[in-house]
């Protein structure tokens, strides 16, 4: 299967801009709030989806997932959805005009990026308020808008794992997905109970299904009366912003948006199907590479499960607030050192798994210059190497963690780094399949980096 895109230039906040998928597939992007005056290029691309509910993807420039990113980028992004937050008059402050300009300008100062992250002060909750991040994808950009507040903030993100030994506190499902169900495991539900307000981060608004599925579900259980959506990206219909409307009066709720970039889509023609000719998963394979063991479990805290998996305690999956937070970045701060000192190179890639994203990020961004971060990821794109296309290629494997799922690996040309550092955040054997996907991204060192202990080594 081959994928042609032909893009289109168009001003930050002018007429609509069509981008050519492939085949018969295109969808056409009007803007119509732009706060930070970023252009559309800087913040995503588009790729064609293995999906027949949603054969399209907005594959997103700053989120570090299927593009790598210079870290610090990423967690300014979650910072500018903080500072949306608390401006409710809409009105950008100079803060976020400064993260605006830093985001407006990736792969140029990475030094200034990483001084800006250090000089923001904290913001202040105000009131009881819980971040929820969605999973897969914005459990890293949750977390980092979650991490700007001081106060009475907790955070939780959504997960798609079985926890043995934890019970399901919300679960609720995401329609047009992959994998469909949410789950969530909380240390304190107390937390849930007494929150007056509560911020669903997500990448992308599309439609806005999901997240009123979770505020039914939370004004149910909990009462919660008021709501906040944060997403990098908001494209809802008319008809979909009319149903958020008609959903307020009817479940007697607030609901407040926030994002980057706001518009309208139109998309025209069907889902790409076919078989992908032009995945590196069998390319070549290096009988050189390095492969160096990092333990960084004594840095970490770990979270109590019964007889389940290790798992750490403050990656979100069970939830934290902001003190937890401080404690975490002291970790952060002392498992960061160990990476730093065990580069071996100077074009550096780090690579979260799955929702294991935050963590990764910001042991990322502590690391020094010439570092990029990305994640694998569960979704399924069709990769391609035709103009303006957002995913030029991708690496396939069976997840070892996971039996029977597929992850995915997208653009790591072949020899683009010296080094990746791989964050697990449990220690497991590598399957022969991964192990060769290694191999076959040519680069030369491969660090493996567990941020827990396997249960036997705790006796």
């Known amino acids: ?22 085949r018969d597939l295109a969808v056409e992007v009007s803007l119509t709030w732009n706060p930070l005056d970023l252009q559309q290029d800087m913040l995503f691309g588009m790729a064609a989806r293995k999906n027949k509910k949603r054969g399209f993807l907005f594959v997103s420039k700053v989120l570090g997932k299927h593009i790598p990113v210079q870290p610090q980028l990423s967690l300014l992004a979650g910072r500018a959805l903080a500072e949306l937050l608390a401006a409710p008059d809409g009105i950008p402050s100079d803060t976020l005009i400064r993260i605006g300009e830093a985001l407006g300008r990736p792969g140029a100062g990475e030094a200034d990026a990483t001084e800006l992250l250090r000089t923001l002060r904290p913001l202040d909750a105000a009131r009881p308020t819980l971040f929820i991040g969605f999973a897969e994808t914005a459990t890293a950009l949750g977390h980092s808008m979650f991490a700007a507040f001081r106060g009475d903030a907790y955070y939780l993100h959504t997960t798609r794992e079985h926890i043995l030994g934890r019970s399901v506190s919300i679960a609720f499902e995401e329609e047009h997905s992959h994998a469909t169900s949410h789950r969530c495991y909380i240390d304190e539900p107390e ?20 997240a009123l599925n979770i505020i039914g579900d939370l004004k149910r259980q909990y009462g919660i009366a008021e709501y906040v959506i944060a997403s990098l990206l908001d494209w809802r219909s008319e008809t979909d912003r009319a149903r958020f409307s008609a959903f307020e009066a009817e479940q007697g709720v607030r609901i407040r948006t926030l994002a980057l970039m706001s518009g309208r889509i139109e998309v025209a023609g069907q889902p790409i199907e076919g078989e992908d000719d032009e995945s590196e998963a069998s390319g070549f394979e290096a009988e050189d590479v390095q492969f160096r063991e990092l333990d960084l479990s004594d840095s970490f805290s770990e979270a109590e499960t019964g007889e389940g998996l290790p798992y750490m305690r403050f990656s979100g999956r069970f939830g934290l607030g902001a003190e937890a937070q401080k404690q975490l970045d002291g970790e952060l701060a002392r498992a960061a050192e160990r990476c730093r000192s065990a580069r071996a190179g100077e074009r550096t890639l780090c690579m979260g798994t799955g929702e294991f994203m935050y963590i990764p990020m910001r042991i990322a961004a502590e690391m020094g210059g010439g570092v990029r971060y990305q994640s694998t990821t569960r979704s399924p794109i069709y990769p391609s190497e035709a103009n303006a ?13 996971h039996p029977g799922t597929v992850n995915y690996m997208y653009n790591v040309p072949s020899g683009r780094y010296d080094e990746l550092f791989l964050f697990l955040e449990r220690p497991f054997p590598l399957n022969e399949e991964l192990r060769r996907t290694l191999r076959s991204l040519r680069i030369p060192v491969v660090h493996l980096v567990t941020c827990t202990r396997r249960r036997a080594d705790h006796e």
Not at 3 to 22: M, Q, V
């Open 389 to 401: 296309y957002a995913v030029r290629s991708a690496w396939s494997y069976e997840a070892p963690d």
């Open 191 to 210: 937390r849930v109970a007494r929150a007056e307000r509560v911020v669903l981060v997500d990448d992308e608004l599309t439609t806005g299904k999901t």
């Open 1 to 22: 299967m081959r994928i042609k895109t032909t893009p289109a230039s168009s001003p930050r906040n002018g007429s609509p801009r069509r981008y050519e998928i492939g």
